[in-house]
């Protein structure tokens, strides 16, 4: 498989947390996809350190650390997007054109990244991603 797969905050946190419910089957996943290129982005990696900022010290050491490995790894395994204004404007887009959705700016970015890049498969239970036909790797049903 060497496939483009977006990866959203959810599997990120889901990845980093051993207490979280999807955690045993987010590593399950990694290794399954072990030959696919994952992509995410720096406003993914800002929503997961926000998610921790009411950790413990310890746990924010080994988030922090584990956000610069994730940003010095641009290899043939993962790709951290650079955030941008022009990225910024096309998720802004995107969010206008779905008012009557509960979409975050951030989906809204990581979305448009998607049909920009082709990639059909993301790493999330989030299921506003299936409303814009997308294929969550963390279904409901589960």
């Known amino acids: 498989m060497n496939e483009l797969i977006f990866a959203d905050t959810f599997y990120w946190i889901s990845l980093l947390s051993p207490r979280d419910i999807f955690h045993s089957r987010a590593i399950e996943l990694t290794q ?15 929503e997961v350190l926000n998610f921790f900022s009411g950790g413990s010290k310890n746990l924010r050491k080994q988030v922090a650390n ?4 994730l940003l010095k790894t641009d290899t043939e395994k993962i790709t951290v997007l650079s ?6 404007l096309s998720g802004l887009n995107l969010y206008e054109k779905r008012l009557d959705k509960g979409y975050s700016l951030t989906d809204c970015i990581s979305m448009t ?8 498969l993301v790493l999330t239970h989030d299921h506003h991603f299936t409303q814009e ?5 963390f279904p409901h049903d589960r």
């Open 133 to 137: 036909g997308f294929t969550i790797l």
């Open 32 to 46: 399954e996809l072990d030959k696919a290129k994952i992509i995410t982005t720096d406003e993914i990696l800002i």
């Open 113 to 120: 990244i998607m049909q920009q890049m082709d990639i059909d």
């Open 83 to 88: 955030q941008s204004h022009e990225t910024f």
């Open 66 to 69: 584990t956000v610069r490995q």
